[in-house]
């Protein structure tokens, strides 16, 4: 459903000199940097998948996102989605992907919600009844009854998010974009998103690309990841291998009877210490809780033992300083 | 059509604001009027100006300020095309549908700007019936066609300046040289000012089209043709045709900002 192939995109950025005399100079003779955003990029996505696009900031998430909506046109390489090459078919392409950009909104900032859905009815010429029947769909499902007589500005972050999810599904698009979708949300907010996407793409069988820097967001949605980083692919395939790759980082707080100065224990890295409680680090694959304790209670007089795995943001950070990032 | 549906939402968002909306059309109502009287005072002490009576000037002035603010109020989605870029709201316009043209006209209308339009329609039907000249069909029709040519033209210009925001990013003071420049200029007959200036106001910027040229023509003056003077607003018109190939070409270098 949709091809990425080789897919580049070089900016230019003029490059000033410092100071008065140089920017005067600048504006007869420019000296131009080639930014890559993005080099030789290639994958495929199937049909009612979600997949998660991550990278850090700057690494060319955006730029993928906005050339494969056909905002704009890459330097070279492929695109084929759905039949269409996005900045060639523009027009025709469009009508089936909706798009949410999590930091901006997509609805009239001073009217009504409803009204803005009115407009896309007729920007996206849907037919009457099926306009009606998809805006009772979203209703119900995002629970939007309350907000719709509401001019979007008195929203709060997470209705503002519910509504311009609504809005970019009214025309039934077959795909949907979702640049960081909840960006800035609470935690019921968020739970929310995530569930209504899960349920369009499996009920509604729309195909969604997802860029987050919420690792939860990937976890309870999809496992497939894609990374990119300094504009170029990093890792294609599933979320679980790499979270497995790290599960051997784990924190260890341990806290004693006694205030010990200093606790070593072979295999663990010490990270901290507040009072009677010590907090360790490890990397053991072969880690065993009922071993750990036997080993350490040998020197020292343990009172409770507490084991963390690693988080799935650490897991990421890791990840990306892996990657070189 | 799409563009009344937009036109309906931008009067109820004007609703909404409804105290701002009167003030500034008070405000913008006024501004037109002084610049007027100032016109009336110049006239009162010296009568003529380079052979053009009060009232052919007040006829130039209301024309270009009709165009102008005509033009203004409804391709304003043009004429703030900078913002729209900086805002992320022509990345918006790439994922709907329908032509980006289509969409940034639709954009924005300043409703406020009405107030110099009325100013400018009541001036010259005044100026018209204070003018001594001999009506006929065929100046009826050079008179609508100068105001067309005039919208046309500031269109364009406002479209050209567009195309310059999707390179620049940052809205460019040069655009407004020729639009907010040409309007002052204009007000007056070129044929006050240095030849060289007023070249570059015909051949250029073809702002004679729409005033000098035609009025020449409108008030029987000497040397006034129909081929070179009351079809000059034809001609004139002309400039969109390059303008729009302009804009949709700029369109697809759009670089998009940063979110």
């Known amino acids: ?325 | 059509m799409l563009y009344f549906k937009f036109l309906k939402m931008h009067f109820k968002k004007l609703l909404q604001y409804r105290l701002s909306f009167f003030l500034s059309l008070l405000s913008q109502t006024i501004v037109s009027l002084v610049a007027l009287a100032s016109m009336y005072f110049l006239f009162d002490r010296f009568k003529v100006v380079a052979g053009w009576s009060f009232s052919q000037v007040a006829i130039s002035y209301a024309v270009v300020y009709f165009c102008f603010s005509f033009t203004e109020c409804f391709g304003r989605g043009f004429d703030r095309f900078a913002k729209l870029i900086q805002s992320g709201g022509l990345d918006s316009f790439y994922i709907r549908p329908r032509s980006i043209f289509h969409q940034t006209l639709c954009s924005e209308i300043e409703f406020s700007k009405m107030g110099r339009v009325v100013v400018a329609l009541a001036v010259l039907i005044y100026a018209c019936a204070i003018q001594p000249f001999t009506w006929g069909i065929d100046k009826v029709a050079v008179l609508i066609g100068m105001l067309l040519c005039g919208i046309v033209i500031f269109f364009s210009l406002f479209m050209l300046g567009a195309s310059m925001c999707i390179f620049t990013i940052e809205g460019l003071e040069v655009v407004n040289v020729f639009t907010d420049g040409g309007r002052e200029l204009c007000q007056y007959p070129l044929n006050v000012y240095p030849e060289g200036l007023a070249k570059i106001f015909t051949y250029i910027i073809p702002f004679a089209s729409f005033n000098y040229l035609p009025m020449m023509y409108l008030f029987d003056m000497p040397g006034a043709t129909v081929w070179g003077h009351a079809l000059a607003p034809l001609y004139g018109m002309l400039i969109i045709i390059p303008a729009y190939f302009i804009f949709r070409w700029s369109l697809t270098k759009y670089k998009s900002t940063g979110t």
């Open chain 1, 1 to 325: 459903m949709i091809e990425v192939k080789n897919l580049s995109k070089t900016f230019k950025i003029a490059q000033k000199d410092k100071g008065f005399w140089g920017s005067v100079k600048g504006l007869f003779k420019r000296r131009y940097l080639e930014k890559r955003a993005l080099d030789d990029v290639s994958f495929n996505i199937k049909e009612g998948e979600i997949v998660g696009y991550l990278g850090p900031n700057g690494a060319g998430k955006s730029t993928t996102i906005k050339i494969m909506c056909g905002i704009l046109t890459p330097t070279s390489g492929d695109c084929v989605i759905n039949g269409f090459t996005p900045w060639k078919d523009r027009e025709k392409y469009v009508k089936d992907i909706g798009v949410v950009f999590g930091q901006r909104s997509q609805l009239w900032w001073d009217v009504p919600v409803i009204d803005s859905f009115h407009l896309l009815k007729d920007i996206y010429k849907i037919p009457t009844d099926e306009f009606k029947k998809q805006l009772d769909l979203l209703t119900e499902k995002l629970d939007l009854q309350s907000l719709l007589n509401v001019p979007l500005r008195q929203l709060s972050l997470g209705q503002k998010m519910k509504c311009e999810l609504a809005g970019s599904l009214l025309h039934k698009p077959k795909i949907l974009f979702l640049d960081e979708p909840t960006i800035g949300l609470d935690a019921i907010s968020k739970l929310k998103v995530r569930e209504f996407v899960k349920t369009i793409n499996k009920e509604l069988g729309i195909t969604v690309i997802l860029t987050t820097h919420d690792m939860n967001d990937i976890e309870a949605l999809t496992n497939r990841i894609i990374i990119i980083g300094k504009g170029k692919l990093l890792y294609d395939g599933s979320f679980d291998q790499i979270k497995h790759k790290y599960s051997k980082h784990k924190t260890i707080d341990i806290e004693f009877e006694e205030d010990y100065q200093s606790v070593e224990i072979e295999g663990c890295q010490f990270v901290s210490k507040v009072d009677k409680k010590h907090t360790f680090k490890t990397s053991d694959e072969n880690f065993k809780l009922t071993d750990f304790v036997e080993r350490v209670s040998k020197k020292y007089k343990i009172y409770d033992v507490n084991v963390d795995p690693i988080n799935l943001e650490e897991v990421i950070s890791k990840l990306y300083e892996e990657l070189g990032l």
